[in-house]
């Protein structure tokens, strides 16, 4: 039997789901979009959940796309399926919660983005990878823009460099930069567990009405566009460079090669 790369619970009024497949750093395959999403459903349907607390195991909370997954579906499926899961955090009736203590990059930081609360421990770092590649952080862009002040989406965005929790506190992208993150996380969960399911959903629903606007004026020509940039040459060679660990031809910028050996020595 297959084993799960997504792993859901519920206790003391709360859905803990977890990403939980270290060994390709909790990429965002297809089949982990669809449990994550599946995850999601369930938690919204379950009258004994008040909140959901999403997390990871190993050293890296997502490492975005994954990139060795080409070929099940179409690019534009899959720029599809992001958009979907992003929606489905933003507009789920009940609080999502991130607890986060490792690297976070590309799709992991839309999922960041989407989250109601994050807490990120001293382990976490920060990167939106995307230009490096040949891509840009389009989907993902519904979700973290409207988290980041302007001058930051403007340097992070263009320049992919690394930062850690503090900084991304400061930035707006986390709530807290926490030494213990399950203890943050479960000091919001007990305030939640205060308020009415019904309260909790419509003062939800004022905080991410703006985001979701997004997605309905954006989603689809973002989708289009990301697909688009994936099947260039320039984004194809890039993606072949990351998966075999070096530098594309004729870049002296080695940044990359040192993330993915990082991540792999940390999901170890």
Not at 40 to 63: K, N, Q, S
Not at 160 to 166: C, K, L, R, S
Not at 168 to 194: C, N
């Amino acid at each position: 039997m297959t084993e799960p790369l997504v792993r859901c619970s519920v206790g003391g009024g709360a859905a803990t789901v977890v990403l939980d497949s270290p060994h390709n750093r909790n990429a965002l395959s297809n089949r982990l979009v669809a449990e994550l999403h599946q995850g999601l459903a369930d938690a919204a349907e379950d009258p004994e959940v008040r909140a959901v607390v999403l997390t990871h195991t190993g050293g890296t909370f997502c490492a975005g796309a994954d990139l060795s997954d080409a070929g099940q579906s179409t690019t534009e499926e899959c720029s599809r399926a992001m958009a979907e899961l992003l929606r489905a955090i933003v507009e789920l009736p009940k609080p999502v919660l991130g607890r986060v203590d490792g690297h976070v990059r590309a799709g992991g930081m839309g999922l960041v983005g989407a989250c109601d609360v994050v807490a990120a421990g001293k382990r976490s770092t920060f990167s939106l990878t995307e230009a490096r590649l040949g891509l840009a952080p389009s989907i993902i862009s519904l979700t973290v823009l409207p988290r980041l002040t302007s001058r930051a989406a403007s340097r992070y965005f263009l320049t992919g460099e690394t930062f850690g929790p503090a900084q991304a506190e400061r930035l707006g992208l986390i709530t807290e930069a926490a030494e213990a993150p399950d203890a943050a996380v479960g000091a919001v969960l007990a305030q939640v567990r205060e308020c009415s399911p019904q309260g909790l959903a419509e003062s939800k629903r004022l905080t991410t009405a703006e985001v979701l606007a997004g997605f309905d004026e954006s989603a689809e020509l973002l989708a289009s566009r990301s697909a688009s940039l994936f099947e260039t040459p320039e984004a194809m060679e890039g993606m072949t460079a990351f998966l075999e660990k070096r530098a594309p031809p004729g870049r002296s910028d080695r940044a990359v090669v040192i993330d993915v050996i990082t991540w792999a020595r940390s999901s170890t």
